[in-house]
């Protein structure tokens, strides 16, 4: 990144195309100077303007019975009933954690935690979904060891607990992996504040760290591919979450008070970015003199001030004559507090230094006259030959019970345990589904409530086939959450692709909304909140198309929570959904045969409404012992993982018919819609008429009991897999854990 | 009972705490707030788990330097019921209430998981409702649980009866292998000579609650509830 010179301005120093420079002149109806440049340039990058996405992010469905905030926000808002509210987003904190991946994960924890504190809600629960290249790789092992302990080292000090989330391995992520952070709070309706400036003459208050020259043009490296990245260090935020507990209680204590009108979190770019964007919601402008911000490092100029990315600072419009108020609470809990500006009529951003102003901008130039680009979208040229699939050209396994093993101990199916034993899942005592399950669920003290929540994606779905990866991710997260008992409520996406100027990747990135949206409305999930992070590209190499969903969901009256794994003997185990012979995109064709090819699994949106409904319907009633998503490595992994997550290592003997689809496609193909559940033999009667009442096929496989998994099909000798509950553990535990030294 | 629950900035576990003594044994229970210098009238103090001043120097060493550490002092010198949890038992050491030191763990990483820890002693009015070599599933949450003490100091409290909690495994025994951290003889848990203080890594206030999924830990703030105010013998 050039260092731009305040006192001589030039085009070249800004990371602005010709085009975009010749509209801030006409914007401006002048040239700018050095520092309106750099505020133009933070501010009309991809990061912060979203022009590439924003076309497309308009089909997402945005509105519901539930939503009290939809996107726009720091985070999206939605009605829980009793009169609390959720407030949850995702984000991403990609390109910073493969710069530094301890800070980089770290402070992308602490971004997500300040848009849902400054929203006016407590943080209750953190999630994340990680990509990484193969384990086998030294610095792959070096980046993923260092964002966990990133993750832990802010949530756990934060007192937040982590209580879900997924990683996945892949070649394509080896140059650019993924941290994408999400988080859950609640509130009481009321408390909700927003990030709208108002009132003429209302002090503008900064509060929190003081300002250094960390993370300067933070958003900027974002919005670009990655090079040489040792040279961008100094554009990583260095995280500090002890100083953020207490801007998290400070802020909370403040909205109780009343004395706020609205407040924004400084993130991505900073003081420029929060002070114009809550201007532009109030439809006011904001004056601010950057003599009065508390600095850490002596020397800054206006222009680092303004977009410095430092952490742990919020921006906050207060009550005319409030500001005692205010700064009695932040002075409690030993903070930085500074009158640095006023809210004015002219709807300009106004920076002064002293009585010299340094920038005059309209807002709007800023926001919602920033350029918006209608990118050109082409179908690549691979496409078809990657969706082609000869099954013909696969053979079989020789050994079924070592295919298994194999899928089980594959880092991406194994136990993820190494990671979520350095997370914190239990503070704040709400958790009653922890990690390693379906979905996560933390009761809410004080009601009768529940919340689920569940991360998902998968990108090699969204290769092959954009619009059914991006409805998988939708629909996988909802089935996760009914596997729990709860119902989906609202969703919130993190949209990670690679360079948006290629024509085929902004294919992929409005043919996934297009299939995301349509789930959506399907499913009356909308969504409320997102992120989008682009250029996750290096040295001309993109990532997959990889849209994770984050997903919350309500169980109105919690008693005893539905998991994944076996309870007691002698239960039925019913399959609930119908297996196609589809191997395309499946784990066992990339671990087993290193193909990523074919066409992903289908997705019916009736069928699956149908299952949802059903098993959701059983669960509240109360008449499941376990229930299961049947997803990565198909049926056979997925009642290997029902075994491992028996808290009684409660085994099966189940007998499949595969009848014209291949042995292996039924054990190991990923096929949609499908649900494992183990019933008690007297609720079975009451299971099947729910089923047949809502015409959803199923098929009872067989019975739970003894210290092992037996399938059988056929009747050929190599037709069976009989494994011990330990070896299937061992295999499941030692698969990940093996790379890394360990933690107990 | 009257109990209090310090916090410093950086806490964690307070509200779980007070959740416990508050709402599930409905005993009246304040948030004493670090720069206080009182407190009050309590019956019972309680220092919570957390990373109080983000245990950036060195867990709990900031801590003790705090406005009402000196009241919590006078409070455990004078007898008083004192319990340090996690954080609260690293603040205890580093202010000279209990003995020995809390390293990091043998691993060098944050460890979070359910433990089983054996009652060592239940002559304490911490455990007095708990069998003695009954194994209790506790949760543990922490990066600095490797509990340090010299041979003789060791030999000392095995004496005097100090040892209140080791971890064990499921059945009660004391292997090697169930020792999380690193911590010399399985140390879960110590107290001051009196008996009145009680230092402890594995967080009781999150297996109190049945809805959790397990309540080994409530016996401990119950037998709180019973202990006798000013049973315990002055230093």
């Known amino acids: ?744 | 009972m009257r109990f209090g629950i310090i916090v410093f900035p950086g806490s964690n576990c307070d509200h779980d705490c007070r959740y416990i003594t508050r709402d599930i044994l409905g005993e009246p229970t304040t948030l004493i707030w670090h720069k206080e210098t009182s407190l009050a009238d309590v019956d019972v103090v309680i220092i919570p788990g957390g990373f109080s001043y983000g245990d950036y120097l060195r867990a709990g060493a900031i801590a003790r330097f705090s406005p009402i550490m000196k009241a919590v002092v006078d409070f455990a010198s004078n007898g008083g019921l004192t319990l340090g949890i996690c954080n609260g038992f690293q603040i205890l050491v580093e202010a000279g209430l209990l003995p020995g030191a809390l390293l990091r763990n043998r691993s060098l990483k944050f460890l979070c998981k359910p433990v089983h820890v054996r009652v060592e002693n239940n002559q304490s009015p911490f455990t007095s409702l708990y069998t003695p070599g009954e194994p209790l599933s506790l949760p543990i949450a922490h990066a600095e649980g490797n509990y340090y003490v010299d041979d003789a100091t060791l030999a000392r409290l095995k004496e005097r009866n100090q040892i209140v909690f080791r971890y064990c495994d499921e059945k009660g025994e004391v292997p090697a292998a169930a020792n999380p951290n690193g911590s010399v003889w399985n140390i879960a848990g110590v107290s001051n000579e009196a008996g009145n203080v009680l230092g402890m890594m594995p967080h009781p206030e999150r297996a109190a609650d049945s809805i959790l999924g397990g309540e080994d830990g409530l016996k401990l703030f119950q037998s709180l509830q019973a202990a006798k105010v000013g049973a315990y013998g002055r230093r």
Request: hydrophobic letters at 40%; one cysteine or more.
């Open chain 1, 1 to 744: 990144m050039a260092d731009v010179n305040p006192k001589q301005p030039s085009f070249s120093s800004s990371t602005l195309t010709e085009e975009e420079y010749q509209k801030v002149e006409e914007l401006l109806e002048r040239k700018p100077n050095a520092t309106e440049l750099s505020i133009f340039s933070v501010m009309w990058s991809e990061h912060c303007s979203y022009k590439s996405s924003k076309v497309h992010l308009k089909r997402f469905p945005t509105e519901g019975e539930r939503v009290i905030e939809g996107p726009g926000e720091n985070a999206g808002v939605v009605d829980i009933g009793d009169g609390w509210v959720a407030v949850f987003k995702i984000e991403s904190h990609n390109h910073p954690s493969f710069i530094e991946p301890y800070q980089g994960a770290a402070t992308g924890v602490g971004g997500i935690l300040r848009d849902i504190f400054t929203m006016g809600a407590r943080p209750i629960a953190l999630l994340n979904s990680l990509r990484f290249g193969p384990l086998d790789r030294v610095k792959n092992r070096y980046l993923l060891e260092r964002v966990v302990a990133g993750i832990a080292g802010y949530g756990n000090c934060m007192g937040v607990p982590t209580v879900g989330g997924e990683i996945y391995f892949n070649e394509i992520y080896s140059n650019n992996p993924l941290v994408n952070v999400f988080c859950l709070g609640i509130a009481k309706r009321e408390e909700i504040v927003k990030a709208a400036a108002g009132g003429v003459g209302n002090p503008v208050i900064y509060v929190g760290s003081k300002t250094g020259r960390d993370g300067i043009h933070g958003a900027t490296m974002a919005s670009a591919e990655l090079g040489q990245s040792v040279e961008k260090r100094h554009t990583v935020q260095v995280g500090d979450p002890f100083t953020e507990k207490l801007l998290l209680e400070a802020c909370l204590e403040l909205m109780r008070s009343g004395a706020v009108v609205g407040i924004q979190d400084m993130g991505a770019a900073g003081l420029t970015s929060s002070s114009s964007e809550m201007a532009h919601r109030g439809g006011v402008g904001i004056e601010i003199d950057v003599s009065k911000v508390p600095l850490r490092e002596e020397g800054m100029t206006p222009e680092e001030i303004m977009i410095s990315e430092s952490q742990e600072r919020m921006l906050l419009v207060a009550r005319n004559g409030k500001e005692a108020e205010v700064e009695a609470i932040f002075r409690k809990w030993d903070l930085d507090v500074a009158v640095i500006g006023k809210v004015t009529e002219d709807r300009y951003l106004t920076i002064k230094n002293g009585d010299q102003t340094v920038a005059h901008i309209p807002v709007s130039a800023l926001t919602s006259t920033a350029p918006v680009y209608e990118r050109p979208l082409s179908t690549p040229r691979f496409q078809e030959m990657i969706q082609s699939l000869n099954l013909d050209s696969i053979p079989e396994p020789k050994s079924y019970p070592e295919t298994l093993l194999e899928l089980l101990g594959s880092p991406s199916l194994a136990s993820k345990e190494w990671v979520y034993q350095q997370y914190d899942h239990m503070v704040r005592t709400n958790t009653v589904v922890g990690p390693g399950g379906d979905a996560a669920v933390v009761r809410i003290k004080g009601t009768d409530r529940a919340l689920a929540v569940t991360v998902d994606g998968n990108s090699a779905y969204c290769l092959l086939n954009p619009y059914y990866g991006g409805a998988i991710a939708v629909a996988e997260a909802a089935r996760n959450l009914v596997c729990v008992g709860a119902k989906p409520i609202a969703l919130t996406d993190c949209l990670n692709f690679a360079n948006p100027e290629r024509p085929e990747v902004m294919w992929s990135f409005a043919v996934a909304i297009d299939g995301m949206s349509d789930a959506c409305r399907q499913f009356n999930i909308p969504v409320v909140s997102g992120n989008v992070s682009f250029y996750n590209e290096t040295n001309g190499l993109g990532i997959y198309p990889t849209p994770i969903v984050g997903m919350v969901g309500l169980i109105e009256s919690f008693k005893t929570p539905l998991t994944a794994g076996f309870k007691n003997r002698e239960e039925r185990v019913v399959l609930i959904g119908e297996t196609l012979e589809e191997l395309g995109g499946s784990a066992y064709l990339k671990t087993l045969h290193s193909q990523e090819r074919g066409y992903p699994p289908m997705l019916n949106f009736e069928k699956e409404k149908g299952v949802q409904k059903a098993v959701l319907t059983a669960a509240q009633e109360g008449i499941l012992s376990s229930a299961h998503d049947c997803s990565d490595g198909g049926l056979a992994v997925a009642l290997a993982e029902c075994c491992i997550l028996s808290p009684s290592s409660t085994g099966a003997a189940v007998d499949l018919e595969p009848g014209e689809i291949r042995p292996d496609a039924f054990l190991f193909g990923e096929s949609q819609s499908r649900i494992i559940v183990s019933v008690k033999e007297a609720h079975f009667p009451r299971l099947r008429k729910i089923l047949e009442e809502g015409a959803v096929p199923f098929a009872v496989l067989g019975k739970t009991g003894g210290g092992s998994l037996e399938i059988t099909w056929g009747n050929k000798p190599n037709q069976s897999i009989r494994l011990s509950i330990g070896e299937i553990k061992r295999a499941h535990s030692q698969g990940f854990g093996k790379y890394f030294d360990k933690v107990s």
